[in-house]
């Protein structure tokens, strides 16, 4: 199926800073998800959304489902080196689940 | 819990040999999911189970790619005949509703 956009692809920070992401869509998901993959390992999921404009915190991690219900955003507070990674979006809605191309960051010590 | 296991986690084999990529689920998951995930085209979803049986296999790329589950606890993922474009790292997911799956670590396929 259609990927979904994913932006920024990567992101080069300061261990300290905050992190900003989002996934957007031509069409409109009941759920919108948010996973962490490390290396040489599998997606985890980090956080669920459920309803429009719900926002949900995991730790230093918030995301929200937006209002149009085609875009979601990822929030990481106060950035760590093990925050390393790729960060994918996922939108479902019904039997219908896209992922985002991801996003890579690092993090500078 | 284990989580989904899957094996072999690395598999290099030449162009045209045979390939199975094994994947138990998580106990009590009635939904099966079988990934690629590549440089080019991200995460692929090529086919899914629910209680054992195919629900949507559109993304399989080829007649080359055949999935099974012939029980709850276990499923494969068949290439035959390989070809170095299906290199790539496959995963399974589980899950117990839809939306929330499980990945398994992956099998990184190499074919040469």
């Known amino acids: 199926g259609q990927q979904l956009n994913q932006s920024p692809q990567s992101m080069f920070i300061q261990e300290g800073e905050d992190v900003s992401m989002n996934c957007t869509s031509s069409?409109?998901?009941?759920?919108w998800l948010w996973y962490k993959q490390d290396p040489g390992e599998g997606p985890v999921l980090l956080i669920a959304l459920y309803k429009a404009g719900e926002l949900t915190s995991n730790g230093r991690l918030t995301a929200q489902f937006g209002i149009t219900r085609k875009d979601s955003f990822l929030n990481i507070s106060a950035s760590i080196p093990s925050d390393v990674g790729i960060y994918f979006c996922?939108?479902?809605?019904?039997?219908?689940?896209?992922f985002g191309a991801g996003t890579r960051l690092t993090v500078k010590p | 819990d284990a989580g989904v296991i899957q094996s072999p986690r690395h598999e290099v084999t030449e162009m045209g040999q045979e390939v199975t990529l094994r994947c138990k689920p998580i106990?009590?998951?009635?939904?099966l999911f079988w990934y690629r995930q590549t440089m080019m085209r991200g995460l692929e979803l090529l086919i899914y189970f629910n209680n054992n049986v195919p629900i949507d296999d559109s993304g399989m790329p080829e007649d080359r790619f055949s999935a099974k589950m012939p029980n709850a606890s276990f499923s494969t993922l068949k290439i035959q005949p390989s070809e170095p474009r299906d290199s790539a790292v496959y995963f399974c997911?589980?899950?117990?509703?839809?939306?929330?799956?499980?990945f398994g670590a992956g099998t990184r396929l190499s074919v040469l």
């Open positions: 069409s409109i998901f009941n759920t």
């Open positions: 996922a939108g479902q809605k019904g039997n219908d689940m896209r």
């Open positions: 106990s009590g998951h009635d939904y």
């Open positions: 997911a589980s899950s117990s509703a839809f939306n929330i799956q499980y």
